[in-house]
Structure formats: C-alpha cells, structure tokens
C-alpha cells in the first residue's frame, strides 16, 4: 500500500510540474505590462547572430535609448562604431571610419523596438502570441501579418515586465539576438537625443528608391 501511495505522489508532482512548464500567459497582457507607464528607455546591449549549434558570432555591444511613440537611437561601441537614429522621419545611419551617413524613411514597421514602444504599431503589423515560459522568462513570438522578406518571426523575451531579449528569425534560419543589460526606465533624457545633423565632410546617401530632400 505504501509503494501505491508512493507511485500515486510521484505521477501527482510529475503531472504538476508537466503543467506548470506548459502554462499559457496572454501574449497582450504581458506586452501591455511592458508598456505600462512608459515614456523612455536606455540600456546596454549585446548583438549578435545565434547559430544553429548555440554558437555566438560577430558580437558587438553599446547603448540604446527609446521614446515612444517611435524615436529610437543605437549607438555600437565595440568592435567597431556606428550610430543608428530614429527621428519619427527619417532613419539616419553613420559609420564614422567610412565617413558615410545613408538615410532612409522611418516606415519600417515590422522593426521589433516598435512592438515595445508602440502599441498600434505592433498590432497593426504582427500576429502574436504566447510561446513559453523558461527560466524565469515569458517568450512572446511576432509573426508578420504581411510576408516580409527580411523578418520571418520575432521573439521577445520578457521578464519582469521589461523586453530582457530581441530574436529575430529571416528566412534563411539566421537569428539575430540581442540581450538588454542596466536597463532604465522612464529616465530623464536629452532633448537633442533623437536629432541628427550629419558631420560637415561626410558623404550623405539617400536610401535606394528614395527620392533625395536632402
């Protein structure tokens, strides 16, 4: 009798734990979470590509700052230095080594950094839902309502309601990571942050089939 109460316990645990690791979480509510209260953002980041075998290649690492509705800057330290800025315009990108600036028109919509900070945005452009809990952390996958040629589906990792890690999936079963570090919210942010005048001296490119106002 012993044996069978004990057989019993050990299918009950097991049964618990098998529902605790496949419980289902509303993907909008923990977005909304994420959102709630929130103006800004700045963080550390690490990029890099994630291949099949887990295996981390071309690692570069710097600072990120967001403002909703859609301004966002990045700003790659190491290896090597660039400046990503989003305006609520234009997107402006500047390697300073090449001393080239190529700007484009902020309409990529599937960018997952609007999921975070835009709430329409994310909506209107992804179906999304609830992936799995593990460690500690709620994944959330994106997929594109429209077929996209450069974003099959994007992961977001969130723990404590706050976006702890990006992965986004292409059709060429590359996955691009990046993991967030000393993140802040709401801080008190300059008001020039989200400007950009291009360097005197450098070369300015205007996006492919983008007509110049420059």
């Not at 050990?10 to 509510?29: S, V, Y």
């Not at 992961?155 to 292409?170: H, K, P, S």
């Amino acid at each position: 009798m012993r044996i069978y109460h004990y057989f019993l316990l050990t299918m009950f645990c097991a049964f618990n734990l098998q529902a605790n690791e496949l419980e289902t979480k509303n993907p909008n509510e923990l977005l909304a979470a994420v959102r709630s209260d929130l103006s800004s953002l700045q963080a550390e980041f690490t990029q890099y590509e994630l291949t099949s075998d887990n295996q981390r290649l071309d690692s570069n690492t710097g600072l990120v700052w967001m403002q909703t509705p859609s301004f966002f800057r990045w700003e790659y330290q190491q290896p090597v230095e660039q400046l990503i800025v989003a305006d609520g315009q234009q997107v402006w990108v500047y390697d300073e080594d090449l001393e080239q600036v190529t700007v484009k028109k902020q309409d990529n919509h599937l960018n997952p950094i609007y999921v975070i900070i835009n709430e329409d945005l994310s909506a209107e452009h992804y179906d999304i839902a609830f992936e799995k809990s593990e460690e500690g952390m709620d994944w959330i996958s994106l997929t594109p309502k429209l077929k996209s040629e450069e974003v099959k589906y994007v992961w977001l990792g969130v723990q404590e309601a706050t976006v702890q890690q990006i992965r986004v999936f292409n059709h060429f079963d590359q996955t691009m990571v990046f993991e967030f570090q000393n993140i802040k919210k709401n801080p008190e942010l300059a008001t020039d942050l989200f400007q950009f005048t291009p360097p005197e001296g450098v070369d300015v490119i205007q996006a492919i089939g983008e007509a110049s106002n420059q």
